[in-house]
T-cell receptor, first 117, second 114 residues
Framework: EPEVTQTPSHQVTQMGQEVILRCVPISNHLYFYWYRQILGQKVEFLVSFYNNEISEKSEIFDDQFSVERPDGSNFTLKIRSTKLEDSAMYFC???????????????FGPGTRLTVL | KQEVTQIPAALSVPEGENLVLNCSFTDSAIYNLQWFRQDPGKGLTSLLLIQSSQREQTSGRLNASLDKSSGRSTLYIAASQPGDSATYLCAVRPGTGANSKLTFGKGITLSVRP
């Protein structure tokens, strides 16, 4: 069964450093998202991406964050200058898109645990 | 703003018991609702997805129902097993956008005792 993959599984970084989290979506999926989950808290939406541009973003997704799909396969989340409060599990999510018989089921990757020291 | 609530936060039951997990949401204008399972330190696995026009969905020992007008969904687990121990999350997608974001509840951590 096709699945979303993410690398690395765990990233440790110093405060102020840049990190790039990578995701390989399911091959025919068209919509891509990043969510995060701070330990003990709700899963929260960061950003959605379609047709090579951001379609929606949350208040969390400020200028320190960016997303891109540089080569048509990998989907990346960059945090320019990490803060302690960025420590969380980051999930890449993809779906096929409405009207394609999928009912828009969202498929989660296994996550990247980011630890900012 | 949509709020999703799951109560209680934790539940412990003996093996074999049938159980119901509840989810409520404040804005009934939803596109669909999805139940997920999360094992400790892991990602989310989709269990069931219910469209706003549907009343329930079934998969094996799991049955999810949706009452959109009252803002409620339930996940029924039949004949619970220790392997069902996990956190169960409910998430809703707004009716305004078929591909827009999910809003999650905090989850119910289920422990099934052998």
């Amino acid at each position: 069964e096709p699945e979303v993959t993410q690398t690395p599984s765990h990233q440790v970084t110093q405060m102020g450093q840049e990190v790039i989290l990578r995701c390989v979506p399911i091959s025919n999926h068209l919509y891509f998202y990043w969510y995060r989950q701070i330990l003990g808290q709700k899963v929260e939406f960061l950003v959605s991406f379609y047709n090579n541009e951001i379609s929606e973003k949350s208040e969390i997704f400020d200028d320190q964050f960016s997303v891109e799909r540089p080569d048509g396969s990998n989907f990346t989340l960059k945090i320019r200058s990490t803060k302690l409060e960025d420590s969380a599990m980051y999930f890449c999510v993809t779906n096929l898109g409405a009207g394609r018989g999928s009912y828009n089921e969202q498929f989660f990757g296994p996550g990247t645990r980011l630890t900012v020291l | 703003k949509q709020e999703v609530t799951q109560i209680p936060a934790a539940l412990s039951v003996p093996e074999g018991e049938n159980l119901v997990l509840n989810c409520s949401f404040t804005d009934s204008a939803i596109y669909n609702l999805q139940w997920f399972r999360q094992d400790p330190g892991k990602g989310l696995t989709s269990l069931l997805l219910i469209q706003s026009s549907q009343r329930e969905q079934t998969s094996g020992r799991l049955n999810a129902s949706l009452d959109k007008s009252s803002g409620r969904s339930t996940l029924y687990i039949a004949a619970s097993q220790p392997g069902d121990s996990a956190t169960y999350l409910c998430a809703v997608r707004p009716g305004t956008g078929a591909n827009s974001k999910l809003t999650f509840g905090k989850g119910i951590t289920l422990s099934v005792r052998p």
